[in-house]
């Protein structure tokens, strides 16, 4: 104990909670204590378990008990104290009391302090009036002329709440995992997904294997997914991680060949429109091309977005399949109206042929 200065960090664990106190782990033969005040929410909700790790500072010593703290506030900020808190980074509780020239009037316990205006929020900072009258953590910056000058900043608390936050995220959300987390917002280009407070991106495209082209249609604010991480940059307040929903789904081209192999015939509808011919949709996720080379009454001036609609009903013939690289060639064919037309016309004929291959001008030689 002789060897604890006042305002020293320790990293610590949760051994017992009671009705007033939360006692500690110290590596002695006796617990610390922190009073159980400091991890009760405005709800009056407790914050932390048995077993938790937290982060404590020391304040003082009487017979065998140890007294920490998460930091100082009210009648534990006294001048000795706010003086070990400046040299050791012990986080302080004050009240942002009005707003005056260049910032803020703090009180911290008795005492008044000062925090500039770019020290006060972090990267959502609010406009001035809505801090006055509510209690914020700072560390102390400046402490002159005896505690009569004391500069804050709740800044560098959320900074460094901010980075540990980061690196504990960083250790959990690596590529590959899986990931819960619920819709934020909605962009053009993708959603931004929170999870456990952090903002992850879902771009559009890693969706679903079905072409998206209105976000809002397949996702909505609030809304819970699973995704799988696929890129993770940890670098501060830039670190960057994307998400994938179709990561989770089956690939729809691991079966085409088997679904489709060359030579089927399906009824599909054009995806896209390019200059140098359709994309047509033959199931969902699998879009195949119909070269322009390859349609009847067109060529290479053709302006196929007035010649073709998106949406319509076209007919192809699997030409080639490259599975490996997701292509699909394709070839128009008849319609199925034309082939049950076909049918019946000649079914309607059999009798002429007398077995053999049916010849209009036989047919009406004969009548």
């Given amino acids: 104990m002789k060897g604890f200065e006042v305002g020293q960090e320790f990293e610590t664990t949760v051994v017992q909670i009671s009705n007033d106190t939360v006692f500690i782990d110290v590596g002695l033969k006796s617990e610390g204590f922190v009073d159980k005040a400091e991890f009760v929410d405005k709800d009056g909700n407790l914050t932390v378990h048995e077993g938790d790790k937290i982060k404590v500072y020391y304040m003082s010593a009487n017979r065998d008990e140890l007294h920490f703290t998460t930091r100082l506030a009210g009648d534990k900020a006294g001048k000795q104290m706010l003086e070990s808190a400046f040299h050791s980074g012990l986080p302080v509780e004050g009240r942002v009391e009005q707003e005056i020239k260049g910032g803020f009037e703090v009180k911290i316990g008795t005492t008044r302090a000062f925090c500039p205006y770019s020290q006060m929020g972090y990267k959502n900072r609010a406009e001035p009036a809505e801090y006055i009258g509510k209690n914020a953590t700072f560390v102390i910056t400046e402490y002159k002329n005896d505690g009569k000058n004391i500069v804050l900043s709740n800044r560098k608390v959320l900074e460094n709440e901010a980075n540990e936050k980061i690196n504990s995220l960083s250790k959990e959300l690596k590529v590959g ?59 501060g307040d830039r670190s960057k991680v994307s998400l994938s929903m179709k990561e989770l789904e089956q690939d729809p081209w691991s079966s085409v060949a088997d679904k489709f192999p060359v030579g089927t015939k399906i009824s599909g509808s054009i995806a896209r429109i390019a200059a140098f011919g359709l994309f047509v949709n033959i199931a969902p996720g699998v879009d195949g091309l119909v070269h322009i080379s390859a349609l009847q009454d067109v060529n290479d001036k ?44 000649f079914k309607g004929h059999a009798a002429d042929d007398d077995g053999e291959t049916y010849n209009p001008f036989a047919a009406l030689l004969k009548k």
Avoid at 199 to 222: M, Y
């Fill in 177 to 235: 995992a899986v990931v819960k987390g619920t819709v934020k917002s909605l962009q053009s280009y993708g959603a931004f997904i929170d999870i456990n407070g952090f903002q992850a991106l879902l771009p559009i495209s890693e969706i679903s294997h079905t072409r998206v082209s209105d976000i809002a249609s397949v996702l909505s604010e609030g809304q819970q997914i699973e995704a799988k991480i696929i890129k993770a940059e940890w670098n």
């Fill in 302 to 345: 053709t302006n196929l977005s007035k010649k073709y609609k998106v949406g319509e009903a076209f007919d192809v013939i699997v030409e080639k399949i490259d599975q490996e690289e997701k292509r699909l060639s394709l070839k128009p064919a008849t319609s199925n109206e034309q082939d049950n037309s076909a049918d019946e016309y």
